[in-house]
């Protein structure tokens, strides 16, 4: 998939994450969109990585789909519990 590809799915990714946690986040939407497409980045690579799943050059690929997803929530999840409670 080429980068542009890969952006789409993160906003996409970010989207379906926001959905599954839902709630009020500490950066807003901007930062939200941003941790998905980061996600997207970061839940390929570690499927490639330590699944040994290659992520495919398919964009429809329902594994690609579920790794940039994984990613977005572990980020989204991480950057709720790091920066959370420091915006009241």
């Known amino acids: 998939m080429s980068f542009v590809a890969w ?3 993160g906003l996409v ?6 959905l599954l946690l839902p709630g009020k986040d500490p950066g807003g939407l901007v930062v939200t969109t ?3 497409i980061a996600g997207s980045f970061v839940g390929g690579w570690i ?3 330590f699944l040994h799943r290659e992520v495919t050059a398919h964009f429809f690929d329902l594994a690609t789909w579920a ?3 994984g990613g977005a929530l572990v980020l989204l ?3 709720r519990l790091i ?3 420091s915006r009241r």
Request: a positive charge.
């Open 77 to 79: 999840i991480a950057y």
């Open 13 to 18: 990714a970010g989207a379906l994450a926001k």
């Open 34 to 36: 941003l941790i998905g």
């Open 83 to 85: 920066f959370g409670n």
């Open 67 to 69: 790794s940039a997803i």
């Open 47 to 49: 499927s490639s990585r």
């Open 7 to 9: 952006i789409v799915l």
